[in-house]
C-alpha cells in the first residue's frame, strides 16, 4: 500500500459522505470476498467523531463493535445516532450497512475534554521503545496478497512471547479515507482488531478463531502512527476464547482493547485430539 492510498474511497464529497467503497486493502484473511474487522471499526469511528466534534470538544473513550455477520468488500452505508447526550459525556451509535444489510454496528462512549490536574504518579508507567528499530515482519497467515496485512506495517515487539502472547506494532501505511489523515482514534481502530492475529497459539490450517466483537478503551490519545498490541489469549475446549490486549504507543499504555472468539475446528476431529 502506497502512502497516497487508502481503505475506502468515499461515495461524493468526504465531508457529507454516507457511503464509502472499500478496497481490496480492507481484505481480511478468512474470505477474500470479506473486510477485516478493523477498517469498518475505524470508519465509523471517524462517523461517530465527526458527530460529536459538531456537539463539543468531545474524545472517545469507548468503543464495542459488534459484528453482525460478515462485512463484504463493498460500498458500506454509515448511519449515526445518539444515545445519550450530557454536558459531560456522549453516547452515539453507528450502523454499517452493505447492500441494505447491517453488517456491524457500533457504539461509542465520548468525554468532554477538561482540564483536570491529576497527580501524575496516577498514570501508567510509561515503556518508551522506539518500533522502527524492531523487525518487520507481515501476517503470513493472508491467503491473498492484497489486503489488511499489505495495508499495515508490522514490527514484532521485545517482550519475552509465551504462548497465546504477542507484542506487536501496527501502522497504517496510507489513508483510513482517501485524501485525509486518520485521527489517532481511527488509526487505533484500524489496528486493534488485529489483536486476534498477533500472538494466536491455534495452528490457522486446523482452527478458526473469528472474533464476533471488538472492544477498546483509551485514556491518552495515541502519539505518532504505531498502536503497540501487547496480548494474551484464552481458548477454551467449549468453542470459547478471549484476547486481551494492552494498547501503548512509544511513551507508553494508551488503553486495553477486548474481543471474544468463537472457535471451530476446519475439518473432522484429528484422532490425536
Request: net charge negative; aromatic share 6%.
Given at each position: 500500500?502506497?502512502?497516497?492510498?487508502?481503505?475506502?474511497?468515499?461515495?461524493?464529497?468526504?465531508?457529507?459522505?454516507?457511503?464509502?467503497?472499500?478496497?481490496?486493502?480492507?481484505?481480511?484473511?478468512?474470505?477474500?470476498?470479506?473486510?477485516?474487522?478493523?477498517?469498518?471499526?475505524?470508519?465509523?469511528?471517524?462517523?461517530?467523531?465527526?458527530?460529536?466534534?459538531?456537539?463539543?470538544?468531545?474524545?472517545?473513550?469507548?468503543?464495542?463493535?459488534?459484528?453482525?455477520?460478515?462485512?463484504?468488500?463493498?460500498?458500506?452505508?454509515?448511519?449515526?445516532?445518539?444515545?445519550?447526550?450530557?454536558?459531560?459525556?456522549?453516547?452515539?451509535?453507528?450502523?454499517?450497512?452493505?447492500?441494505?444489510?447491517?453488517?456491524?454496528?457500533?457504539?461509542?462512549?465520548?468525554?468532554?475534554?477538561?482540564?483536570?490536574?491529576?497527580?501524575?504518579?496516577?498514570?501508567?508507567?510509561?515503556?518508551?521503545?522506539?518500533?522502527?528499530?524492531?523487525?518487520?515482519?507481515?501476517?503470513?497467515?493472508?491467503?491473498?496478497?492484497?489486503?489488511?496485512?499489505?495495508?499495515?506495517?508490522?514490527?514484532?515487539?521485545?517482550?519475552?512471547?509465551?504462548?497465546?502472547?504477542?507484542?506487536?506494532?501496527?501502522?497504517?501505511?496510507?489513508?483510513?479515507?482517501?485524501?485525509?489523515?486518520?485521527?489517532?482514534?481511527?488509526r487505533v481502530a484500524v489496528a486493534a482488531d488485529a489483536?486476534?492475529?498477533?500472538?494466536?497459539?491455534?495452528?490457522?490450517?486446523?482452527?478458526?478463531?473469528?472474533?464476533?466483537?471488538?472492544?477498546?478503551?483509551?485514556?491518552?490519545?495515541?502519539?505518532?502512527?504505531?498502536?503497540?498490541?501487547?496480548?494474551?489469549?484464552?481458548?477454551?475446549?467449549?468453542?470459547?476464547?478471549?484476547?486481551?490486549?494492552?494498547?501503548?504507543?512509544?511513551?507508553?499504555?494508551?488503553?486495553?482493547?477486548?474481543?471474544?472468539?468463537?472457535?471451530?475446528?476446519?475439518?473432522?476431529?484429528?484422532?490425536?485430539?
Open positions: 500500500m502506497r502512502p497516497d492510498e487508502a481503505l475506502y474511497l468515499p461515495d461524493g464529497d468526504a465531508d457529507r459522505a454516507t457511503r464509502f467503497i472499500a478496497t481490496p486493502w480492507t481484505r481480511g484473511p478468512w474470505d477474500m470476498r470479506l473486510q477485516h474487522g478493523g477498517p469498518p471499526t475505524a470508519l465509523m469511528v471517524r462517523a461517530m467523531e465527526r458527530h460529536a466534534a459538531e456537539l463539543g470538544e468531545f474524545q472517545l473513550a469507548c468503543v464495542t463493535t459488534d459484528f453482525l455477520r460478515a462485512v463484504p468488500i463493498g460500498a458500506c452505508d454509515l448511519a449515526v445516532e445518539p444515545l445519550r447526550s450530557g454536558r459531560r459525556a456522549l453516547g452515539l451509535q453507528c450502523t454499517l450497512a452493505v447492500d441494505g444489510r447491517p453488517c456491524a454496528r457500533a457504539g461509542a462512549l465520548f468525554i468532554r475534554r477538561l482540564d483536570v490536574p491529576v497527580p501524575p504518579e496516577l498514570a501508567p508507567a510509561g515503556d518508551p521503545v522506539d518500533p522502527r528499530g524492531l523487525d518487520e515482519r507481515t501476517f503470513d497467515f493472508f491467503p491473498d496478497p492484497v489486503g489488511y496485512h499489505t495495508a499495515i506495517e508490522l514490527r514484532l515487539g521485545t517482550c519475552p512471547i509465551e504462548p497465546g502472547c504477542g507484542d506487536g506494532w501496527l501502522r497504517l501505511r496510507g489513508h483510513l479515507v482517501a485524501g485525509e489523515a486518520p485521527s489517532p482514534a481511527q489483536i486476534n492475529g498477533v500472538g494466536f497459539a491455534l495452528e490457522f490450517a486446523r482452527w478458526t478463531f473469528i472474533n464476533a466483537d471488538l472492544t477498546i478503551y483509551l485514556h491518552r490519545a495515541l502519539e505518532g502512527e504505531f498502536v503497540r498490541l501487547r496480548t494474551r489469549h484464552v481458548s477454551q475446549p467449549d468453542g470459547r476464547g478471549l484476547v486481551d490486549a494492552e494498547l501503548g504507543d512509544r511513551r507508553g499504555p494508551i488503553g486495553r482493547a477486548l474481543e471474544a472468539q468463537v472457535l471451530e475446528l476446519r475439518g473432522p476431529v484429528p484422532k490425536d485430539s
